[in-house]
C-alpha cells in the first residue's frame, strides 16, 4: 500500500464476531506500525459494519453485529461466551418472557437491553441510523470509525421449507439446521449506501475484506447498490482473509449458507465467488490458511493473488499477525 504523505487509511468490511475479532488485530497491527504519541495509531481505520443482522424484537431495534464490534473493541464483550457484554444478567429477559413478549429462545441481556433501548430512543427521535451508531460507538473510545452499511432497514430473510424467516429466527432458534434455500434482505436493491461510505472506500489505501461470513455478513454489505462498484474502482489494494480453514467455517455455522446459495466451504471457492478484480470481481489478493496451501494454484487461476498465512485468530497477537499479514499483502 502507498500512503504517500497522508496517513494510512484502512477500511475493513466486517459482520459481528469474526469481524471484530479481526478489527481488533487491525487496531493493534496499526499501532505498532503507524503508532501516534498516544500510543493510538496515526493510521484512519473505518469498519463498515454489516446491518443485515439488525431486528425489531419487543419494540427494540437490535443491531447484533455493530454491538458485537463496539463491545469487541471497548473490550466489555464477553470474550468466553463470544457475544455480548461481560458480567451479563438476565433480569429483564425474564419479565420479558413472563410477559410472553420476544422471542423465548433470544435472550437479551440486561446490559445490553441498554444499548437497544438506547438505540431505539434515537431512532424515535430522528436520529439515522448512522449517527446512532456514531453515538453508540462514541461511548469508549475504539480507535476506529464505525459506520453501518447502509441507513436503511434491510434485515436479512431466509426462504427455508418450513417458510420464510428472519435470518436471527434461522441461525438462533434452529442453529442453521433448517435447509435453507436462499437469502434475501428486501428493501435493500433501493438501499443507499450510508453517509461516509463511497467516501471511504474511494480514499482507501487498503480495503480488508475480514474473514466473516461470506454470505450473511459480506454479503449484505456487497448487496448495497454501489458498494461493489466502489470497492472495484478504489485505488486502494482489496485484500481478503478467508474465513474456511480447511474446509470448514473456524466457528459458527457458515458452511450451512454457503451450501445455500451453491457455493463450496473452501477457500478457494469463497475466494473465487469475490472474484479478481482484474476480471471484474472485488479481490487484488486473499489470504489462506497454510492448511489450504494446495488450493493457491486454483485461486490464482482465477486472477487472484494467493497468500499463504496462519488465519487462526487465537488472541490480540495472532489477531493483530493476520491484520499484519493482510497490510502486508496491501504492500
Ligand atoms: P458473526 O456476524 O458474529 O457471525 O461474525 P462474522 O460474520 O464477522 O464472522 C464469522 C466467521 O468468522 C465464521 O464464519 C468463521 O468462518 C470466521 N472465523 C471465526 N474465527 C476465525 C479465525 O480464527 N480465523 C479465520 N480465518 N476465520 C475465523
Ligand atoms: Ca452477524
Known sequence: MNAGTHAPRIVVLAGGVGGSKFVLGVREAARRR?????????????????T????????????????????????????ERGWGRAGES?????????WGSGWPWFTLGDLDLGAHVART????????VTQVVARLASRWPLGIRLLPMTDAEVDT??????????????WTRHRASLPARGFDSPGIAQAAPAPGVLESLAAADVIIFAPSNPVVSLGPILAVPGIDDA??????????VSPIIAGAPVRGMADACLAAVGIEATAAAVGRHYGARDHGGLLDAWLIAEEDAALAPEIEAAG??????????????TSAALADAALDAAS
Request: charged share 25%.
Open 90 to 98: 438476565e433480569r429483564v429477559a425474564a419479565e420479558l418472557h413472563a
Open 34 to 50: 503507524w503508532p501516534d504519541a498516544d500510543g493510538g495509531t496515526r493510521a484512519e481505520i473505518t469498519v463498515i459494519a454489516n
Open 121 to 128: 430512543g434515537w431512532l424515535h427521535d430522528g436520529l439515522s
Open 231 to 240: 470497492v472495484r474502482a478504489a485505488g486502494g489494494v482489496v485484500v481478503g
Open 52 to 79: 443485515g443482522d439488525d431486528l425489531w424484537l419487543s419494540g427494540l431495534r437490535l443491531q447484533p453485529d455493530v454491538d458485537s464490534m463496539i463491545y469487541a473493541l471497548a473490550g466489555v464483550n464477553d470474550a
Open 157 to 170: 430473510h431466509v426462504e427455508t421449507e418450513q417458510g420464510r424467516m428472519h435470518f436471527q429466527e434461522w
Open 304 to 317: 487472484v493473488r494467493a497468500e499463504v498465512r496462519p488465519l487462526w485468530m487465537r488472541d490480540l497477537e
